[in-house]
């Protein structure tokens, strides 16, 4: 064609209304599955390109959900973000994905980024313990939902799981093997994962009968490097403990590296029980336990609540959804 195809033409091509046109090419669940692949295989054949911008004119929406993340290199935040992406794409909807960069100042600029691109909602993972800026954006009038961490009271939707249950429920299943004395390598406990699962951890010990050793209790960011790091202080303490509970996974493969470097006979006595099974978790040589996460059903109740919010399902007073976890021993 010699100048931009149009909805009408799609229409004749498919041999549909310009109504269902525009209802298939906005993923309208009402349009039969037939007809909607007709519809998408003619605008195909003509080159036909969605115009965002001037349909968000008409409609007030671009289907679109931003999602803001810390850090889009784990495993964790990748299967958040694929069943995210699955149920939202289900629905019509596509996804702009951010990193803060652990940030909260980035995280402030993209909340008010990506509204600037006429998102329809945004979906985050907090980088920090801060709550301002999360309610600023409530406040200017997007819809919002929290998921794995939920800083301060920010007034939004959030999707969380039993950190705590799942940290104490580790905990125990150390003693369970006849460890009397269970360190903690841990995270920043303005976060509120980590906060609550030192929480757990605590609440385990105590009661257990085992009086805490605070000394043998480290925290900083969740990360490999620092997981070694924090692993590497405590190892060079005198009478060190032999298990520990460990934060989550990137901490977890970082205190495993440090461990690999004890004499032998230290190695054999080392045992760790961690939060996040993965895939690769059973590889992991001092792994006795880990905690599995729902991370695929935080992404499906994730994508419910923003998408209820956006389409105005729901009113009034923020939801929260925590979700259960489950011990793995290996």
Not at 7 to 12: E, F, G, L, N, W
Not at 13 to 30: I, K
Not at 154 to 163: C, F, S, W
Not at 300 to 312: V, Y
Request: charged letters at 25%.
């Amino acid at each position: 064609m010699s100048r931009a195809a149009t909805v009408r033409d799609i229409a004749r091509e498919a041999g549909v209304s310009t109504a269902t046109v525009s209802r298939a090419l906005n993923g309208d669940p009402r349009v039969h599955g037939t007809t909607a692949s007709a519809v998408r295989a003619a605008a195909d054949r003509l080159g036909y390109s969605v115009n965002r911008a001037a349909r968000s004119l008409k409609t007030r929406s671009t289907r679109m959900v931003g999602v803001i993340a810390p850090d889009l290199a784990t495993d964790f935040f990748m299967i958040l973000a694929d069943r995210l992406e699955r149920e939202l794409a289900a629905e019509g909807y596509d996804m702009l994905i951010a990193s803060s960069r652990e940030s909260a100042a980035e995280e402030e600029r993209l909340l008010g980024l990506f509204p600037e691109h006429l998102v329809d909602g945004i979906v985050a993972i907090p980088a920090t313990g801060e709550s301002d800026h999360f309610r600023r954006a409530i406040a200017r009038g997007t819809p919002l939902v929290l998921t794995d961490r939920a800083p301060g009271n920010p007034g939004a939707d959030a999707v969380l799981v039993d950190n705590e249950g799942g940290a104490r429920e580790a905990v125990r299943a150390l003693a369970g093997l006849g460890y009397r004395r269970i360190g903690f390598v841990g995270g920043d406990l303005r976060l509120t994962t980590a906060r609550e699962r030192f929480e757990g951890y605590r609440t385990a010990l105590a009661g257990l009968g085992i009086p805490p050793e605070p000394e043998f209790e480290r925290f900083g960011p969740m990360h490999i490097d620092a997981g070694y790091g924090m692993m590497d202080e405590l190892l060079a303490l005198p009478n060190a403990p032999e298990a520990w509970f460990v934060v989550n996974a990137d901490t977890h493969v970082g205190a495993t590296n440090r461990l690999y470097k004890e004499p032998p006979e230290r190695r054999e006595r080392a045992a760790l029980a961690a939060f996040d099974e993965m895939p690769w978790s059973p590889l992991l040589r001092f792994c006795r336990f880990a905690v599995e996460q729902p991370v695929g059903e935080m992404g499906r109740t994730a994508a419910g609540f923003i998408l209820d919010r956006i389409e105005g399902r729901v009113g009034g007073r923020p939801r929260t959804a925590r979700l259960p976890t489950r011990l793995i021993p290996h």
